[in-house]
């Protein structure tokens, strides 16, 4: 996004905040929270592209200034959007459930929510999360991670690579061409010279490319379990070295 099209942080924040106090009521004039809905239901059904102060004006029977009293720009339109299509987070069920299980479940509602809305994962990361749904999302992760003994710079270093890593697999997998996909496996047989691409020959042999439609679950859960295990190993090392931690699930 160039900077003439980013929205400033604290503009932003502002709006977020106000957004999070205004009553979800429907009223007679307009007002921020139809506006949201309307962009919302605008992605969901034709993406990002399709978005425009004009395009929602038009749903919405006002002109696009009538617009602009409640949203500054579009860069602003889409970052609460963002933010109110969040939603809130899942609640633990269990009052004594596992770290693992809670972030377990976090990544399946997150990547729930992106198959709802699309769009989500290809909105511009341009600051932290600053707005009330997606701190609340980032406080559900922390939330588990810091029972398993992380704390401090580790804690947000693991959150950070966790959710990026599911909103970049997330947004491959949206755009992924299922049909090129399941041809990929068929292709690389045709042209890998197994001298040059020894590992990547056997794997393609074996049927490990092109067998899934582009499924990303598998690489998921894969990705997620080993680095859950690793850090329960670092956190119970770090106990046995005695540094102060948390008690694990």
């Not at 041809?183 to 990547?200: H, K, N, V």
Request: charged share 20%; glycine share 6%; with cysteine.
């Amino acid at each position: 996004m160039r900077s003439a099209d980013r929205a400033d942080p604290l503009t932003v924040a502002e709006l977020l905040w106000r957004t999070e106090s205004t009553p979800k009521t429907e009223r007679p004039r307009l007002g921020i929270n139809s506006i949201l809905a309307s962009a919302i239901a605008i992605a969901d059904a034709e993406g990002l592209d399709a978005l425009s102060m004009q395009r929602i004006a038009s749903e919405l029977g006002y002109t696009p200034m009538a617009l602009y009293r409640h949203v500054p720009s579009k860069a602003h339109l889409v970052a609460a959007m963002t933010d109110a299509a969040y939603g809130t987070p899942p609640v633990p069920t269990a009052r004594r459930r596992s770290w693992r299980a809670e972030v377990e479940t976090w990544v399946i509602a997150v990547l729930r929510l992106y198959g709802r809305h699309q769009w989500l994962v290809k909105t511009p990361t341009t600051t932290a999360p600053i707005g009330p749904n997606a701190l609340a999302w980032t406080e559900a992760l922390l939330r588990p991670l810091a029972r398993a003994g992380l704390s401090g710079a580790d804690l947000l270093a693991a959150a950070t690579f966790l959710s990026s890593a599911v909103r970049d697999l997330a947004r491959i997998a949206g755009e992924l061409d299922p049909a090129a996909a399941a041809d990929y496996g068929r292709l690389l047989a045709e042209r890998l010279d197994s001298q040059r691409f020894p590992i990547m020959a056997e794997l393609t042999a074996n049927a490990t490319f092109g067998d899934d439609d582009g499924d990303i679950a598998p690489m998921v859960w894969f990705g997620l379990r080993r680095l859950l295990d690793g850090i329960d190993a670092y956190s119970k090392g770090r106990q046995t070295r005695g540094a102060v931690a948390p008690p694990c699930d």
